[in-house]
């Protein structure tokens, strides 16, 4: 062991022992931050593949479920994901240029927009359980003909805007930690790399409601 | 500096096993080579697991009218399917042996991210743990295949749990494969480029794309699963609306590359194996790197060859068809290739390469059955039948599990320091291709004839066959355990090993000592070589094929 450690010529305290220098374990971090992304797009992929699929058999019930979906409060979070998308590209860009107090105010900034989403998306959640629109024993829907298909939309909106939430959620915690960090001093202008890594999560749970909002409340919806 | 080193004793020199004790040490280590036995270890015990409720099936199956009610018997082909399928098959060769030599094959101190890879094993322990207490509490019964709206709907077993430790159980084998990825793309030794890896790290990086971009989808159809048998909205409820085939094609879209999961690592092991017992190199190095890569592309567009018979579209069977025949290519490449390899080469026949033999001969056997069941309409008449059943087992067990013991024999010397006693080791792999053969060839004739899968009773007539299957089973069965013994016993009292007893090449060989210490080389190693120049010819790597 101690002659391992004689390879290693002084470094920073950052670096990791089996990496050579700081260059390759930022490389390391980021490919695995964009492998891990593309999981996530395979797990969304799932339900995406799902609702195509029901969307082609049964477009009827697609445009009726979609008058029940509160077009207004989506439209309002998707411009609170987007502005939350913003603040985080500041963020990382003052983690770059070692500003510590506006890393932090960017980042509680990012956080805040990603709890008024939440909030808001519980408010409708709210409205679907008050309407009897959540899946199970007691669902209800008013037009006849799409009841059970409706039921089967409702549970697609459910699980993808579930899962999307409670995606959100684990951001908000990592951005907590982040936060923390930053409040400690641990970020400097060599070294910032899980700003940016929970930043590239960030933005691609963003991303995925840019794909969920129109999928579910738009399509159809004039008709 | 000295690529050979003198006879050493293992307690002399410091190394990973011997560098700290306790079982912190243990349980919250990082090092890539101790979460490997983890995972040996937890692995072996989940095989055993499987292969009790194996036996369980094989003693009802002794007689047409069954030992155990229909009710277990469902129970016990599931747990069976359930536990060797996604807590011993697609974990295995990666989160051992990969775990172990992927850093050491390619120069590194370790993979690219240790505690992720620590995490991986607490996470396949807890999927493990939750499909065991699916077990306790008294089992499942829907097949492992989950399909709905049975799972969904009708079936009172405890599907909740054993679907979710699937999915848990998922999490550890994304982040194998992503560290995999991540360490072969940037953790390489100065000199290892791609044209110089082992071929085992092009097997190991092809089963880590499907593992990221397939073990998602099962994932989220767990999920689907678990949401539809707590809510029952109807998801895969055809009587109000919905699609019992899109399950099927969610399901399959996972499990079937799945399998590749499970063969490609076998294949990089034995491309290891064959070159060093022939003590010449791979015969078409680029062809058998791309064919792994290719098996991982393909095998992501040959799903629906599972659901030919359930109700898809004819001119889907036929493009998914077609495709199941395209992916015979490359693995056929890799099996001529080794045999080409073979070919005046000074072929030995060591443990490990005995294990070889098997592999080629049974993979051979259970790739090309493969081929009838991409023929619609072979597989109309053999579908859920024992032809089935004995095809893939051919794949996965004579394949991979042989593979597994190969690897294991090869580089237990490595892994302990120690050697395994060759005349026990070569007898037990007799036992084990004897046994194997046994149990399952007789399946294809019963497939054949028409015996279908997943029932406790037959007719009497297919009575001979079962008992030469059972029988087999029990031959097999003794076969497993007879190395469970020598090697246990090898690791404590075995003969010292020296760094490379088999003269083969590869860094792990050459300039790791045995066992390695803990992060891998003494002295950091450069590549001046390409793979497999057992010639000693000084040369260039190649561009062409």
Same mark, same amino acid.
């Given at each position: 062991?101690?002659?391992?450690?004689?390879?290693?010529?002084?470094?920073?305290?950052?670096?990791?022992?089996?990496?050579?220098?700081?260059?390759?374990?930022?490389?390391?971090?980021?490919?695995?931050?964009?492998?891990?992304?593309?999981?996530?797009?395979?797990?969304?992929?799932?339900?995406?593949?799902?609702?195509?699929?029901?969307?082609?058999?049964?477009?009827?019930?697609?445009?009726?479920?979609?008058?029940?979906?509160?077009?207004?409060?989506?439209?309002?979070?998707?411009?609170?994901?987007?502005?939350?998308?913003?603040?985080?590209?500041?963020? %990382?860009?003052?983690?770059? /240029?070692?500003?510590?107090?506006?890393? +932090?105010?960017?980042?509680? !900034?990012?956080? *805040? &927009?990603?709890?008024?989403?939440?909030?808001?998306?519980?408010?409708?959640?709210?409205?679907?359980?008050?309407?009897?629109?959540?899946?199970?024993?007691?669902?209800?829907?008013?037009?006849?003909?799409?009841?059970?298909?409706?039921?089967?939309?409702?549970?697609?909106?459910?699980?993808?805007?579930?899962?999307?939430?409670?995606?959100?959620?684990?951001?908000?915690?990592?951005?907590?930690?982040?936060?923390?960090?930053?409040?400690?001093?641990?970020?400097?202008?060599?070294?910032?790399?899980? %700003?940016?890594?929970?930043? /590239?999560?960030?933005?691609?749970?963003? +991303?995925?409601?840019?794909? !969920?909002?129109? *999928? &579910?409340?738009?399509?159809?919806?004039?008709? | 500096?000295?690529?050979?080193?003198?006879?050493?004793?293992?307690?002399?020199?410091?190394?990973?096993?011997?560098?700290?004790?306790?079982?912190?040490?243990?349980?919250?280590?990082?090092?890539?080579?101790?979460?490997?036995?983890?995972?040996?270890?937890?692995?072996?015990?989940?095989?055993?697991?499987?292969?009790?409720?194996?036996?369980?099936?094989?003693?009802?199956?002794?007689?047409?009218?069954?030992?155990?009610?229909?009710?277990?018997?469902?129970?016990?082909?599931?747990?069976?399917?359930?536990?060797?399928?996604?807590?011993?098959?697609?974990?295995?060769?990666?989160?051992?042996?990969?775990?172990?030599?992927?850093?050491?094959?390619?120069?590194?101190?370790?993979?690219?991210?240790?505690?992720?890879?620590?995490?991986?094993?607490?996470?396949?322990?807890?999927?493990?743990?939750?499909?065991?207490?699916?077990?306790?509490?008294?089992?499942?019964?829907?097949?492992?295949?989950?399909?709905?709206?049975?799972?969904?709907?009708?079936?009172?077993?405890?599907?909740?749990?054993?679907?979710?430790?699937?999915?848990?159980?998922?999490?550890?084998?994304?982040?194998?494969?992503?560290?995999?990825?991540?360490?072969?793309?940037?953790?390489?030794?100065?000199?290892?480029?791609?044209?110089?890896?082992?071929?085992?790290?092009?097997?190991?990086?092809?089963?880590?794309?499907?593992?990221?971009?397939?073990?998602?989808?099962?994932?989220?159809?767990?999920?689907?699963?678990?949401?539809?048998?707590?809510?029952?909205?109807?998801?895969?409820?055809?009587?109000?609306?919905?699609?019992?085939?899109?399950?099927?094609?969610?399901?399959?879209?996972?499990?079937?590359?799945?399998?590749?999961?499970?063969?490609?690592?076998?294949?990089?092991?034995?491309?290891?194996?064959?070159?060093?017992?022939?003590?010449?190199?791979?015969?078409?190095?680029?062809?058998?790197?791309?064919?792994?890569?290719?098996?991982?592309?393909?095998?992501?567009?040959?799903?629906?060859?599972?659901?030919?018979?359930?109700?898809?579209?004819?001119?889907?069977?036929?493009?998914?068809?077609?495709?199941?025949?395209?992916?015979?290519?490359?693995?056929?490449?890799?099996?001529?290739?080794?045999?080409?390899?073979?070919?005046?080469?000074?072929?030995?026949?060591?443990?490990?390469?005995?294990?070889?033999?098997?592999?080629?001969?049974?993979?051979?056997?259970?790739?090309?059955?493969?081929?009838?069941?991409?023929?619609?309409?072979?597989?109309?008449?053999?579908?859920?039948?024992?032809?089935?059943?004995?095809?893939?087992?051919?794949?996965?067990?004579?394949?991979?599990?042989?593979?597994?013991?190969?690897?294991?024999?090869?580089?237990?010397?490595?892994?302990?320091?120690?050697?395994?006693?060759?005349?026990?080791?070569?007898?037990?792999?007799?036992?084990?291709?004897?046994?194997?053969?046994?149990?399952?060839?007789?399946?294809?004739?019963?497939?054949?004839?028409?015996?279908?899968?997943?029932?406790?009773?037959?007719?009497?007539?297919?009575?001979?066959?079962?008992?030469?299957?059972?029988?087999?089973?029990?031959?097999?069965?003794?076969?497993?355990?007879?190395?469970?013994?020598?090697?246990?016993?090898?690791?404590?009292?075995?003969?010292?090993?020296?760094?490379?007893?088999?003269?083969?090449?590869?860094?792990?060989?050459?300039?790791?000592?045995?066992?390695?210490?803990?992060?891998?080389?003494?002295?950091?190693?450069?590549?001046?070589?390409?793979?497999?120049?057992?010639?000693?010819?000084?040369?260039?790597?190649?561009?062409?094929?």
């Amino acid at each position: 062991m101690a002659d391992s450690e004689t390879i290693v010529a002084p470094h920073p305290r950052e670096l990791q022992h089996h990496f050579d220098d700081s260059a390759q374990q930022l490389e390391s971090s980021t490919l695995g931050m964009w492998v891990f992304l593309v999981t996530e797009v395979m797990f969304f992929g799932g339900m995406f593949g799902g609702y195509t699929v029901y969307r082609d058999l049964y477009p009827a019930a697609f445009a009726s479920t979609s008058h029940f979906m509160n077009v207004t409060i989506g439209a309002i979070n998707t411009g609170v994901l987007i502005c939350s998308s913003f603040t985080m590209v500041l963020a %990382v860009r003052s983690a770059q /240029l070692g500003q510590k107090k506006a890393i +932090i105010a960017f980042l509680v !900034l990012t956080l *805040l &927009l990603g709890c008024v989403f939440l909030t808001l998306k519980g408010v409708e959640y709210h409205e679907k359980w008050v309407e009897h629109h959540i899946p199970g024993p007691g669902f209800q829907y008013a037009d006849a003909r799409y009841a059970h298909q409706a039921q089967i939309l409702f549970f697609l909106y459910f699980a993808m805007t579930g899962m999307h939430a409670i995606h959100m959620i684990v951001g908000v915690g990592l951005l907590t930690v982040l936060i923390v960090m930053a409040g400690r001093n641990r970020f400097s202008g060599a070294w910032y790399t899980p %700003v940016e890594m929970i930043g /590239l999560y960030w933005h691609f749970v963003d +991303i995925i409601w840019i794909f !969920l909002f129109p *999928l &579910l409340y738009l399509i159809g919806h004039t008709q | 500096m000295s690529a050979i080193l003198p006879f050493a004793s293992t307690e002399a020199r410091t190394n990973y096993l011997n560098v700290d004790y306790g079982w912190k040490s243990w349980l919250f280590t990082t090092d890539h080579k101790r979460i490997a036995l983890l995972y040996l270890f937890s692995i072996t015990a989940f095989f055993f697991v499987g292969g009790a409720f194996a036996v369980g099936m094989r003693l009802n199956l002794l007689t047409p009218e069954g030992l155990f009610s229909h009710d277990t018997y469902n129970k016990l082909f599931t747990m069976h399917g359930i536990i060797m399928v996604f807590f011993f098959l697609v974990p295995s060769i990666p989160a051992t042996l990969g775990n172990f030599l992927v850093p050491l094959m390619i120069g590194a101190r370790d993979l690219a991210f240790p505690r992720i890879n620590l995490l991986s094993w607490y996470i396949y322990i807890a999927g493990g743990i939750i499909a065991l207490t699916a077990i306790v509490r008294g089992g499942v019964d829907t097949g492992w295949t989950f399909y709905a709206p049975f799972s969904a709907t009708y079936s009172n077993t405890h599907v909740i749990l054993a679907a979710l430790g699937i999915f848990v159980g998922g999490f550890s084998s994304i982040l194998t494969g992503l560290n995999f990825i991540v360490t072969i793309h940037k953790m390489r030794a100065p000199g290892m480029t791609w044209g110089r890896l082992p071929l085992f790290i092009w097997g190991h990086y092809a089963t880590s794309l499907i593992q990221v971009l397939g073990t998602p989808v099962i994932a989220i159809t767990m999920v689907l699963l678990l949401l539809e048998r707590v809510l029952h909205a109807g998801l895969f409820d055809p009587s109000v609306g919905g699609d019992p085939v899109l399950f099927q094609h969610l399901f399959w879209f996972y499990s079937h590359p799945a399998v590749y999961i499970m063969i490609l690592p076998g294949m990089a092991v034995i491309s290891e194996l064959v070159t060093c017992f022939s003590r010449k190199a791979i015969f078409g190095y680029n062809f058998v790197a791309i064919s792994s890569i290719a098996i991982a592309v393909l095998g992501f567009l040959v799903w629906g060859h599972h659901l030919f018979v359930a109700g898809q579209s004819m001119y889907a069977s036929m493009a998914f068809s077609f495709l199941s025949f395209l992916v015979a290519v490359p693995s056929a490449i890799k099996v001529f290739n080794w045999t080409a390899t073979m070919y005046k080469g000074s072929v030995s026949f060591e443990t490990p390469m005995l294990y070889a033999f098997g592999f080629i001969g049974l993979f051979t056997i259970g790739g090309l059955t493969g081929l009838f069941l991409a023929t619609m309409a072979i597989d109309v008449h053999v579908t859920d039948t024992y032809f089935v059943i004995a095809h893939f087992h051919y794949v996965m067990v004579g394949g991979m599990v042989m593979a597994y013991l190969g690897g294991i024999h090869f580089w237990f010397p490595k892994i302990t320091g120690r050697m395994y006693p060759e005349g026990w080791a070569k007898f037990a792999a007799l036992v084990v291709f004897a046994g194997f053969n046994l149990t399952f060839f007789p399946q294809f004739i019963l497939g054949y004839q028409g015996m279908p899968r997943r029932y406790a009773h037959y007719p009497p007539e297919f009575q001979v066959l079962n008992v030469m299957s059972t029988a087999g089973a029990s031959i097999l069965a003794i076969g497993y355990l007879i190395p469970m013994i020598y090697l246990t016993w090898a690791w404590r009292k075995g003969p010292v090993a020296p760094q490379n007893p088999w003269n083969a090449k590869g860094l792990e060989w050459e300039q790791a000592p045995s066992p390695p210490p803990k992060y891998n080389f003494e002295h950091p190693p450069v590549v001046t070589e390409p793979a497999y120049n057992y010639s000693g010819e000084e040369q260039e790597v190649k561009s062409g094929g």
